[in-house]
């Protein structure tokens, strides 16, 4: 069964900077694409970041690029999310998914499991 477990969420003031980390347990991770989408109150999951299963392709949101930074540690099994200058708009709910295959990809569909997410908050 697949797991996967995000951590280092948290609040920080605008300007400053959080990583997020996604555990993947249950698949070979190496061979899956991974991404990381977020959810605001009363708005749909958007996508953040995706990368591919060798991390050489990589996506971003608009809103996020030259600020957030994805990447991956095949052998530790990990994705990781690093968000700086943040804003308070990027307060929402984060959650790491694998895709189905070994691509990135900004479409949600692509994704099949998803983690339980990790609240940031990011105040003005």
């Known amino acids: 069964q697949v797991q996967l477990v995000e951590s280092g969420g948290g609040s920080v003031q605008a300007g400053g900077s959080l990583t997020l980390s996604c555990a993947a347990s249950?698949?070979?991770?190496?061979?899956?694409?991974m991404g990381w989408f977020r959810q605001a109150p009363g708005k749909e999951r958007e996508f953040v970041a995706g990368i591919s299963w060798r991390g050489s392709n990589l996506y971003y949101a608009d809103s996020v690029k030259g600020r957030f930074t994805i990447s991956r540690d095949n052998a530790k099994n990990t994705a990781y999310l690093q968000m700086n200058s943040l804003k308070p708009e990027d307060t929402a709910v984060y959650y790491c998914a694998t895709n189905k295959g070994r691509w990135a990809s900004i479409r949600i569909y692509e994704y099949d499991y998803w983690g339980q997410g990790t609240q940031v908050t990011v105040s003005s």
């Open positions: 249950g698949r070979t991770f190496s061979s899956y694409g």
